[in-house]
């Protein structure tokens, strides 16, 4: 009994999964959001080169790594907004209800949801590969070994973002405040992730007393949201990586897989208890 | 509604309490400035310190504001409590102590505690900082009891040795100048009776000055040398009477580098020399862009977390505990700079002095030539291995590394970087690679649609 519910499980999965892959495949959102990417990266990798050509010499560690991650985050937010879009109106349309009277779970449904998007990035994952050796042949910033970490690292950030978006989507009941929400926490958890990465790249000497006081805030916050928030995963993968150590490379991928089991498990929790209806 | 209201209230406290925590940390750190605004000095319980800072041994002292003393694990620091006044410095917002006016020592038994059990009791100890290559050398060395007390005396006997040699060359000078006046007057005297040819008169030999003594060592003060493994501590002095002395605890952070023995180049771009480079980082990539003339300068190092290095140097310095500082320790000599590319070395480079010469008369521009001296005394602008990078590089990239002449041109591990020449002038093509991903969803768009039609 337990094998055949395990199965039925897999299949709905399957099923699911392969409907909105092909559905994601087909449409224009995707590839316009995979140029979005490629273009703020671009604008990144131009500047880059411009900042050699005035100065004659540049020293960088892995220079391509972050127009990367711009890419990732930028790719990951596409993903994680069209998965929760579609859960609310799944539930706000009643469909999920009627997908529930069938032989689909709450497990077998966000699992469904995580494996679409998982391998949507891998898809994607095919296009920076394209795209950055594109770039490393054009400028010869070097395709190396560190970025083919990066894209491992990328992976599993992906993971956390859409764990992530899956927890606030089974949070929420309507498309509008699941959007709101999701996007106002991502954004925020970037924000701060961003400036606490700019404030450690400037000295504090260089600081003036009111940005110092920001930096503290900012510094104090971070520490909060430290395992929280996805992109911290995305930063200790990078140090790691920068660190030329496997220990703290593996362990961070680790940690990503823990914060994207306990989400997914307290999302299903979440559907269960709450139920379908919107 | 109920929950909406509760997300509210979890919002504020959650506000109030990151507040509070940025309050109490800028209250700890400003503490004093309120009260140091004054231009009062007030007499402190402080800390002096003679610290290893990766380097050498550097001083400093610990304001009563400071609560915790950083130090380096496994090397001897130097550290002492004394009363003195203290008083705050606006222009560099800082506390300063006026040693001059009052440097008491505080006597009694130092004190280390970890997980709340007194695991040391140090005494004083003489300890002395000997600078073997003299007192404007870089590099020092503490020494504590005994053989402090040596390396003393052995100055002193050099130095005494010295005083009297000076003394003696002093005396032979006169006894020189006396011999060449009477030479001169014999040359003078035979030159008027008309005698011509060589007067063979043998010329006084001008006495060598001797030689200083080439180390330099403090005088021995009494300090308690604290060589502790890496963790947290406390320390406080207990005197004589069996109490502790007021405001003697201190915390103590025992930190070790990250990475060891690494090898970190400053690089001096020839086309702006005053603003060097440093390239530290073994997974750093120097990317360079047509031609240049790079002079690097490779340095021993170690990496140390900021802020607790930066409060080790000074413990009222600012720093953050997210960010990692490579340290530079001491130069690196008798290597070669190889230059590798095409899969064999492509050169071998020595290390030179080089001297910056202002171009002459009103236009601003410098050459870096190879330093001659052209008087006696003249100093090279700096030492360096000299890369030029030319147009003509084929090559996408480079590597370069340092051998070791004593060691039969072993390579020095750590010390490999590559060097990248950009191809600069395609940076506007990268636009056209975005559009990629749009023809591959016309394609599948098309497609998808013939299939349909089908």
């Given at each position: 009994m337990?094998e055949k519910e395990?199965?039925l ?5 399957k099923i699911l999964?392969?409907?909105?892959l ?9 590839y ?7 273009l ?12 050699i ?9 892995y220079?391509l790594n972050?127009?990367?991650f ?5 790719i990951?937010l596409y993903l994680?907004i069209?998965s929760a ?12 209800e ?6 689909v779970?709450s497990f077998?449904?966000?699992m ?7 391998l949507?990035?891998?898809?994607i994952l095919g296009?920076f590969?394209i795209?950055f050796l594109?770039v490393?042949?054009?400028t010869?910033l070097?395709?190396?070994i560190?970025l083919?970490?990066?894209?491992v690292v990328?992976i599993?950030?992906a ?6 978006g ?6 929420t009941?309507k ?7 999701l996007?106002g926490?991502?954004l ?6 961003f ?5 450690l ?7 003036s007393?009111w940005?110092?006081y920001l930096?503290?805030?900012i510094?104090?916050?971070y520490?909060?949201v430290n395992?929280v928030s996805?992109?911290s995963?995305?930063?200790r993968?990078?140090?790691s990586?920068?660190?030329g150590?496997m ?11 823990l ?8 999302s299903?929790?979440?559907l269960?208890?709450k139920?379908v209806r919107a | 509604?109920?929950k909406?209201?509760?997300k509210i209230?979890i919002s ?6 990151i507040?509070t925590?940025?309050f109490?940390q800028e209250?700890k750190e ?7 605004l004054?231009p009062?000095?007030q ?15 550097s ?6 504001t ?7 694990a ?5 550290i002492?409590?004394?009363k003195?006044?203290?008083y705050f410095?606006?222009?560099?917002a800082r ?11 505080i ?5 280390v505690?970890k ?6 009791k140090?005494?004083?100890?003489d ?7 003299g007192?404007?050398?870089e590099k020092?060395?503490?020494?504590k009891g ?6 003393y005396n052995?100055?002193?006997?050099a130095?005494k040795k ?15 100048r006396?011999k060449l006046?009477k030479?001169f007057?014999?040359?003078?005297k035979r030159?008027?009776?008309?005698e011509k ?5 043998e ?16 005088e ?11 963790g ?8 004589g009477?069996?109490t502790?002395?007021e405001?003697?605890?201190?915390d103590?952070?025992?930190f070790t580098a990250?990475?060891?023995g690494g090898?970190g180049?400053?690089?001096i771009?020839g086309?702006?020399w005053t ?14 862009a047509?031609?240049?003339?790079l002079y ?7 990496e140390?977390n900021e802020?607790y290095h ?7 310095n600012?720093?953050?505990i997210?960010n990692?500082?490579w ?7 008798n290597v ?5 590319g095409?899969e ?6 020595e ?9 002459p008369?009103?236009e ?22 000299q ?11 480079y590597?370069i590394?340092?051998q ?8 020095l591990?750590?010390?490999?970087r590559?060097i990248?020449i ?5 940076a506007?093509?990268?636009y056209y690679?975005s559009?990629f ?8 768009f098309?497609?998808r ?6």
């Open positions: 337990e395990i199965f499980s897999a299949h709905t999965m999964a392969k409907r909105e092909l559905s994601s495949l087909y449409g224009w959102g995707l316009i959001a995979i140029f979005i990417s490629f703020v990266s671009s604008f990144i990798l131009k500047n880059f080169l411009q900042g050509r005035e100065n004659n010499i540049f020293i960088s560690s220079p972050f127009p990367l711009t890419s990732v985050v930028i990951s994680v069209v879009i579609s859960i609310s109106r799944e539930r706000e349309q009643g469909t999920l009627v997908l529930f009277y069938g032989p779970s077998s449904f966000l469904g949801k995580y494996i679409t998007d998982m949507l990035y891998f898809i296009f590969a795209y594109g490393s042949l054009l010869n070097g395709f190396t560190a083919v970490k990066a894209f990328s599993f950030l993971s956390c973002v859409i764990s992530f899956l927890f606030i989507s089974s949070l009941g498309v509008r405040s699941s959007i709101v929400w996007i926490i991502l925020a958890f970037l924000g701060i992730w400036l606490q990465n700019i404030f790249r400037i000295p504090s000497e260089a600081l007393s940005m110092r930096q503290k805030t510094g104090i916050i520490h909060f395992w996805p992109f995963y995305l930063s993968g990078m140090e990586i920068w660190l150590s220990k703290p490379f593996l362990l961070n991928i680790l940690y990503s897989v914060y994207t089991v306990i989400l997914l498990a307290l299903v929790h979440i269960r208890t139920g | 509604m109920k909406s209201i509760l209230i504020i406290l959650a506000l109030i309490f507040s925590q940025v109490a209250k400003e503490e004093g400035v309120s009260i140091n004054a009062l000095r007499e402190q319980l402080v800390y002096s310190l003679n610290v290893f800072d990766g380097k050498g041994w001083g400093g002292f610990v304001p009563k400071e609560n915790t003393i950083y130090l380096i496994d090397k001897k620091s130097a002492c409590a004394k003195t006044l203290v410095w606006p222009i560099t506390y300063m102590a006026a040693w001059r006016t009052l440097n008491e020592d006597e009694g038994t130092l004190e505690i997980d709340e059990k007194v695991i040391k140090l005494q004083k100890e300890t002395v900082l000997c600078y073997p290559e007192y404007w050398g020092n060395v503490l020494y005994e053989e402090a007390r040596n390396w052995k100055y002193k006997d130095e010295y005083y009297d040699e000076l003394k003696k060359y002093y005396d032979a000078r006169m006894e020189y006396k006046e030479f007057e014999e040359v003078k030159r008027e009776a008309g040819g060589p007067l063979n008169i010329i006084p030999k001008e006495p060598e000055p001797p030689r200083a003594p080439d180390f330099y060592v403090t021995p003060k009494k300090y308690y040398v604290l060589n502790l493994p890496a947290r501590y406390k320390i406080r002095v207990r005197a009477d069996g502790i002395v405001g003697s605890e201190k103590v952070l025992v990250r990475r060891r090898v180049y400053e690089i771009p086309n702006r603003q060097k480079e440093e390239c530290n980082d073994p997974a750093q990539t120097i990317y360079a047509g031609k240049n003339v690097f300068r490779p340095y021993s190092q170690d140390y802020l930066n409060k080790l140097l000074d413990p009222q600012e720093g953050r997210e990692w500082k340290v530079h320790t001491e130069p690196i000599k070669y700079l190889t230059l590798f095409r064999k070395i492509l050169d071998r480079i290390e030179k002095p080089y001297k910056v010469k202002q171009i008369g009103p601003l521009g410098y050459n870096i030539v190879e330093f001659k001296e052209e008087y006696p005394g003249e100093k090279p602008t700096f030492t360096g291995y890369l030029i990078l030319s147009e003509n590089l084929r090559e996408k990239s590597k590394y340092l070791s002449k004593e060691k039969n041109n072993e390579n591990s750590g010390s490999e590559e990248r950009i191809k600069k002038e395609n506007n093509f990268l690679l559009l991903p749009l023809a591959v969803g016309g394609v599948v098309a497609i649609r013939r299939k349909i039609e089908k």
